[in-house]
């Protein structure tokens, strides 16, 4: 991002974050609930770099981050290396893994370690200046966008470039070159 680059003063994060009204929802995992297969096949429906995680679907509370890549590369070596898990292992992501029954499934594979416990995220009322401001400073390559502690969306740094483009089409005179 080129710091002549500036925004238009009345873009928020609202107007660049995806998913769009008419997109798919945002691809997210659960921090416990999910199996190995249902993150892998999360994960190979789409192309997304990253997944936020929440602590559960109905309180869409963000956790953390976690790389497609470190996903699959963890998942995969699990499988090789790890004695008993499969497609209905448990995932997860938790300090503290949920009790075992001794008699109950095999342990989860625990992921914590993979996650980034501190994106950087925004409200979905931040200026867009600011945020492209800190992605600059911090060269962050996403952050996530929150409403009321509750995960809403994501900007990667080419859905800002991109808007930026759109602005520079729409209207010119909004962008100061300097
Ligand atoms: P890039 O923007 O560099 O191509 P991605 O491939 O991760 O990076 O994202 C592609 C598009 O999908 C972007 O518009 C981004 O905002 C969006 N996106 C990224 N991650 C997710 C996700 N987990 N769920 C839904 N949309 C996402």
């Known amino acids: 991002l080129e710091a002549k680059e500036e925004f238009d003063h009345s873009s928020l994060a609202v107007d660049v974050m995806r998913p769009r009204r008419s997109d798919p929802a945002l691809a997210m995992l ?39 890549r470190d996903l699959l ?29 001794e008699d109950g499934p095999a342990p989860p594979l625990r992921l914590r370690g993979i996650l980034d416990l501190s994106p950087f995220t925004v409200t979905d009322h931040t200026p867009m200046d600011i945020t492209v401001d800190i992605f600059r400073k911090l060269g962050l390559r996403q952050c996530l966008v929150t409403h009321n502690g509750r995960l809403l969306g994501i900007i990667t740094k080419k859905d800002i470039l991109k808007h930026m483009a759109q602005i520079a089409n729409r209207d010119p005179d909004s962008i100061l070159f300097n």
């Not at 892998?40 to 770099?49: D, F, I, K, R």
């Not at 995969?76 to 029954?101: C, L, M």
């Open 73 to 101: 590369i963890s998942i995969d070596n699990a499988r090789k290396r790890q004695e008993g898990v499969v497609s209905a292992s448990h995932v997860v992501f938790t300090e503290h893994a949920p009790p075992q029954a």
């Open 30 to 68: 659960t921090q416990e609930g999910m199996t190995v297969g249902e993150v892998e096949a999360l994960v190979e429906s789409t192309h997304y770099s990253g997944f936020p995680v929440v602590v559960s679907q109905e309180s869409q509370r963000l956790v953390g981050f976690v790389l497609r």
